[in-house]
């Protein structure tokens, strides 16, 4: 276990976020805290750690902030009684710590799951790779041989290539009547893992870089990205990148991008754009930035906070405007607090809510990320004005 987490640590350090996201925490000091606040107990991390938990880097949980902290609300009280069986302290958190652990847990899904070589190896033959391309002593000319790519390569690196030389391949492939080949789950990181496997003659490491997400900010604008894209704004005539269903680790939305490739360069050609090129480490930036954008989820109105603040029984215990009641007055407490301030104290103060609504046989009120988000910015930014309160009831 220990070995995994510290590969991954000198990954997470080299992730440059401030600008791109300044609400996104320090996910190596979050990766600490998974261990010191003893998650590690229970959970592990791709097969490191505990069983008593879902492996959290496997686990459904592979959203945006609110998804995560809507899966630990919904099973607070399952795991406060697994805590009270083991013995172990159900842990708080001050400062940023929430945040910290977050930005971690946010991370894990970013870095491939191992690719299996083996089926690697049947992909290269499905998907025809292998009748342009030489490995060993099989397959064609027309393209360069793939069994020598340096000596750690990474498959983001892989993908880069391939993506760089996609005009003059698709061309090959159309010139043989040959679909331009798609990519769907781990595919494409088995496929790599193969390449990967040939040119090292090695077990290939399983971590890419996390790449730099302030720089990936400017290369979305320089790479021409933006003249199509946004991430949570108003798109052009490409998808919004943040709305897009873009789930998965790195390589898998490398992957993404790909499939796409023949409408996007027809697209790029009919503005008279050329193809960006990639160089170095731009594509790792440019897909760290469109992670770390995401990770603040949809924008949520605060209409809709007030039905949930209400439909959930929030307002029975913290009265109908967050005057307070049997809690205390949370329009005074959390105004224009950051949504992980917020989110830590609704974890914080939790086992004590639970208790009252035991006492009153109100079930624990689950959320859904969209539940949560709404509830957020309307905890955050006060209720509105009295008229629109009679106007929502009718
Ligand atoms: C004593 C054991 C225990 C500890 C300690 C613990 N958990 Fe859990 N956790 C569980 C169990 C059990 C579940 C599944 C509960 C259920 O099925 O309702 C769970 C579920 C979760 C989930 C939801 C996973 C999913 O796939 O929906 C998240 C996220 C999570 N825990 C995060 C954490 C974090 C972060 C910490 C450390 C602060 C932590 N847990 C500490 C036992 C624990
Ligand atoms: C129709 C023939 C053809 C097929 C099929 C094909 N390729 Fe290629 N590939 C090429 C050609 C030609 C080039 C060189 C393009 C250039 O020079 O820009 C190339 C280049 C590449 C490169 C860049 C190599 C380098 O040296 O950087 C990678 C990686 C690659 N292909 C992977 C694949 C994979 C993976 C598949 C299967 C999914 C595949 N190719 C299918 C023809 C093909
Ligand atoms: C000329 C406009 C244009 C440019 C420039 C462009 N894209 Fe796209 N992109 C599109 C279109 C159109 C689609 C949808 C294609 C389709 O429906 O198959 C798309 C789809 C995508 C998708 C898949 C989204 C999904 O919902 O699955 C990703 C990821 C993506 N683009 C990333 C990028 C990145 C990164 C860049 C910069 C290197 C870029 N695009 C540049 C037009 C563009
Ligand atoms: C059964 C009564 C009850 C219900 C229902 C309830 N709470 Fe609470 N809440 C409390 C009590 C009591 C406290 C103070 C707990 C403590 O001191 O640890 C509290 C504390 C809080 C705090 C922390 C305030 C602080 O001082 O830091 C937040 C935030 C909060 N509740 C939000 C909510 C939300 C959001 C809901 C609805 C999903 C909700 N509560 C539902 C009773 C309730």
Not at 278 to 300: M, Q, T
Not at 352 to 375: N, V
Not at 381 to 394: F, Y
Request: aromatic content about 8%; some cysteine.
């Amino acid at each position: 276990m220990k070995r995994l987490l510290i590969v991954a640590l000198a990954s997470l350090t080299a992730a440059a976020t401030a600008t791109a996201n300044p609400d996104f925490g320090d996910p190596a000091r979050g990766q600490r805290l998974f261990v010191a606040k003893g998650c590690v107990q229970c959970h592990a991390v791709r097969g490191a750690g505990g069983r008593i938990g879902p492996d959290l880097g496997r686990s459904g949980v592979k959203g945006s902030f609110y998804e995560l902290v809507a899966a630990m609300w919904n099973h607070s009280s399952a795991m406060e009684e697994k805590m009270k069986e083991s013995r172990l302290l159900r842990p708080k958190f001050v400062k940023d710590e929430l945040s910290d652990l977050l930005a971690f847990l946010y991370f894990l899904n970013y870095f491939d799951e191992p690719g299996d070589a083996r089926s690697g190896k049947a992909l290269f033959a499905e998907k025809h790779c292998i009748e342009c391309h030489a490995i060993g002593k099989e397959g064609g000319k027309i393209g360069p041989r793939l069994d020598a790519l340096p000596r750690g390569s990474s498959p983001l690196q892989i993908a880069q290539n391939l993506w760089n030389h996609g005009p003059v391949m698709v061309a090959a492939m159309r010139a043989r009547d040959l679909q331009v080949p798609t990519f769907k789950g781990n595919e494409i990181v088995d496929l790599f893992a193969y390449l990967r496997h040939q040119g090292q003659r090695q077990n290939a490491r399983a971590f890419t870089s996390a790449g730099n997400a302030d720089r990936g900010r400017r290369l979305f604008a320089e790479k021409s990205c933006a003249r199509c894209h946004t991430v949570f704004g108003k798109s052009g005539i490409g998808p919004d990148l943040g709305e897009a269903e873009l789930r998965g680790s790195v390589t898998q939305l490398a992957g993404t991008m790909w499939n796409h490739w023949p409408v996007m360069s027809g697209a790029m050609q009919s503005m008279g754009m050329r193809v960006p090129v990639f160089h170095g480490e731009e594509l790792a930036d440019v897909f760290a930035y469109v992670f770390i954008s995401r990770y603040d989820g949809k924008a949520p109105t605060r209409a809709e906070g007030q039905i949930v603040y209400t439909h959930k029984g929030c307002a029975s215990c913290h009265g109908e405007r967050g005057e307070g009641g049997i809690g205390p007055p949370l329009a005074k407490i959390t105004a224009h607090e950051s949504k992980e301030e917020i989110a830590q104290r609704m974890w914080n103060h939790a086992p004590e809510m639970s208790i009252r609504m035991g006492t009153r046989r109100m079930p624990w009120p689950r959320l859904s990320a969209e539940e949560l988000s709404s509830l957020i910015r309307l905890l955050t930014e006060g209720w509105p004005e009295q008229a629109t309160v009679a106007q929502k009831a009718h």
